[in-house]
């Protein structure tokens, strides 16, 4: 059942990723860092392996079990030293530091889905995601790439066109139209029709973000966006029939412009969101311009879905040298957002 508590008042679901990665060690270093964290953030997930990163990164702290399907609150009673825990046992044993495994990967998306469903029956205020291995995704026979396409089914929000990954960050805002595909393959997957829903997705995320009516700046697909033709025709076959429908609904949005230069006019100001068209076209100008500061955002979904915007560092994990600083950034970012949509 749905819970009565104000937005705010209900607590926020932490996932800390696959076990074999920095996941447990970041959020063990976040919650240990910050005292009003922790009494609003449950980490979902596995009791051992977070038991473990406390013993490792934050020792002075300790779980303590809390069912967020009777009390959508965490306990009054709540020790300045402990970190609250949905519980979802699934590991008999530590997996290896760096390594892909079934039951890593297993564990991590019992947690997505734990997690998910407590957001999506109202006892939380969304989740917060730390990083997940698709490797390890896949050994354990999941069939989804990502935490995206996993919560995009899970809320019933199958069709590409319902849902997006956006990042969002002080300077620059990004949406992508395609997600976790072949190059080759998001090109062909690139129809009027798609192009048309992740505007309106963008339309809305803007505005969820502050702007009443967001001005949407279009990536071209191919080089100088196409150059009138010359360097492709996927501008004007693609994207400009998307965009005169959106601005028949109302949208604001540009013609489609070169790739090269519009990260770098958004981010002094000239537009308040950027769609890009693929997957690295919209995220090597948003971690250029700094991990730490940016939040990866699932639009589209009946709740709030926000994440670090890094991989799993297999290569240092159980080394203690992750750094904590995105993840700080993200849950705080989450938690402002919340309180901000809950004033009246």
């Known amino acids: 059942m749905a819970s009565d508590r104000p937005l705010a008042d209900r607590p926020l679901a932490l996932t800390p990723g696959d076990p074999a990665g920095i996941g447990l060690e ?12 922790r009494g609003r953030v449950v980490v979902v997930g596995d009791p051992l392996p977070m038991r473990d990163a406390l013993t490792r990164y934050a020792s002075q702290f300790r779980l303590r079990n809390v ?23 699934c590991l008999s044993a530590l997996p290896e530091p760096g390594k892909v495994s079934a039951d890593a990967g297993r564990a991590a998306y019992k947690a997505i889905v734990a997690a998910a469903t407590l957001s999506m029956d109202g006892h939380t205020c969304g989740m917060a995601t730390a990083p997940i291995s698709k490797l390890a995704l896949r050994a354990a026979g999941v069939s989804e790439p990502g935490h995206t396409e996993i919560l995009a089914r899970i809320a019933g929000r199958s069709g590409d066109d319902q849902f997006a990954m956006m990042f969002a ?8 139209a395609t997600i976790h595909l072949p190059l080759s393959k998001a090109l062909t997957t690139l129809t009027p029709e798609l192009v048309l829903a992740k505007l309106q997705l963008t339309h809305d995320a803007g505005r969820w973000l502050g702007k009443a009516s967001p001005l949407i700046a279009v990536a ?10 010359m360097l492709g025709d996927d501008e004007a076959r693609v ?6 429908q959106a601005r ?4 604001r949005v ?12 958004a981010r002094t100001g000239e537009f308040d969101v950027v769609l890009a068209m693929y997957h690295d076209q919209g995220l090597i100008p948003v971690k250029l311009l700094g991990l730490d500061a940016a939040v990866n955002v699932t639009i589209g979904l009946p709740f709030l879905r926000s994440s670090v915007d890094h991989g799993t560092a297999f290569d240092i994990a159980g080394r203690g040298v992750a750094s904590e600083a995105n993840l ?17």
């Open 254 to 265: 540009t013609d489609p412009l070169p790739p090269d230069t519009v990260f770098m006019r």
């Open 220 to 229: 071209g697909i191919n080089p100088h966006a196409g150059e009138a033709g």
């Open 67 to 89: 069912d967020l399907r009777a009390s959508d609150a965490l306990p009054d009673d709540l020790h300045e030293h402990e970190i609250a825990i949905h519980p979802v046992p």
């Open 328 to 344: 700080l950034h993200v849950l705080r970012w989450h938690l402002a957002r919340i309180d901000a949509a809950s004033q009246p």
């Open 169 to 176: 960050s002080e300077r620059l805002q990004v949406v992508l």
């Open 26 to 37: 970041i959020v063990a270093k976040t919650l240990a860092h910050d005292a009003i964290l």
């Open 239 to 244: 994207l400009l029939p998307a965009i005169a």
């Open 248 to 251: 028949a609904l109302g949208l």
